[in-house]
């Protein structure tokens, strides 16, 4: 079955500070990966998603993500953190279901605050 | 586009009591997915469906719980009787299928806050 994992339950950084946010994947056949972003009392917003190409995949708000198949990951990235960017962040892998279209498996979510 | 609209946004209600959760799906999109987000088991799919046939229901807790999805542009998720533990955020989304063309994000709404007293 398709997973990803959230190690981090929460990070913190200074603003200004370059921020990652980690996800480990497990896929059997090609990966198709996610993240998103959700404010508090707000549903989940797309940030970017990883199909082929680049591994370093471009998203909204700044945000970033890098593929790397040997180490199964995908971390998210900031080069210089805002305070606004304070949210619950989910790692998402796309299942492999005949059928499923786009059925995503979700994260438990990593707490990212970020401090003056 | 408004996006997904889900209604009620706040609903309290008392535990027996029947709810109804409703949600329009982007219009266009051929898959919408239920959800419920708790701090104890985090966000869970309960049920989707593919042009307004249910795939799959797996995820949903017990017979207490029914979806439906009349035509393409409304889905209802309904609880009867209610129960305390049922108290969480309930979030629908919707996307277009692999038919569309490439692998597509979901588009949540912005969920259903349900209290059971």
């Known amino acids: 079955a398709q997973s990803v994992a959230q190690p981090e339950d929460q990070v913190n950084v200074a603003e200004g500070n370059p921020l990652t946010v980690k996800c480990t994947y497990s896929?059997?056949?090609?990966?198709?990966l996610f993240w998103y972003v959700q404010y508090p009392n707000r549903g989940l917003q797309f940030l970017l998603k990883?199909?082929?190409?680049?591994?370093l995949v471009k998203g909204s708000y700044g945000f970033e993500a890098e593929f790397n198949k040997s180490q199964t990951s995908f971390h998210l990235k900031k080069p210089s953190a805002l305070v606004s960017d304070s949210a619950l962040y989910f790692c998402a892998v796309r299942d492999l279901v005949t059928g499923g279209g786009n059925k995503l498996t979700f994260g438990t979510g990593t707490q990212l605050k970020v401090e003056l | 586009d408004a996006g997904v609209i889900q209604s009620p946004r706040h609903e309290v209600t008392e535990m027996g009591q029947e709810v109804t959760l409703r949600c329009k799906p982007i219009s266009g999109h051929d898959y919408l997915f239920w959800y419920r987000q708790t701090m104890m088991r985090g966000l869970e799919l309960l049920i989707y469906f593919n042009n307004n046939v249910p795939i799959d229901d797996s995820g949903m807790p017990e017979d207490r719980f029914s979806a439906k999805m009349p035509n393409a542009s409304f889905s209802t998720l309904k609880i009867q009787p209610s129960e305390p533990r049922d108290s969480a955020v309930y979030f629908c989304a919707s996307s277009l299928g692999p038919l569309a063309g490439g692998i597509n994000e979901q588009f949540f709404g912005p969920g259903t806050r349900l209290t059971v007293l």
């Open positions: 990883y199909i082929t190409g680049d591994n």
């Open positions: 896929v059997s056949g090609n990966p198709y």
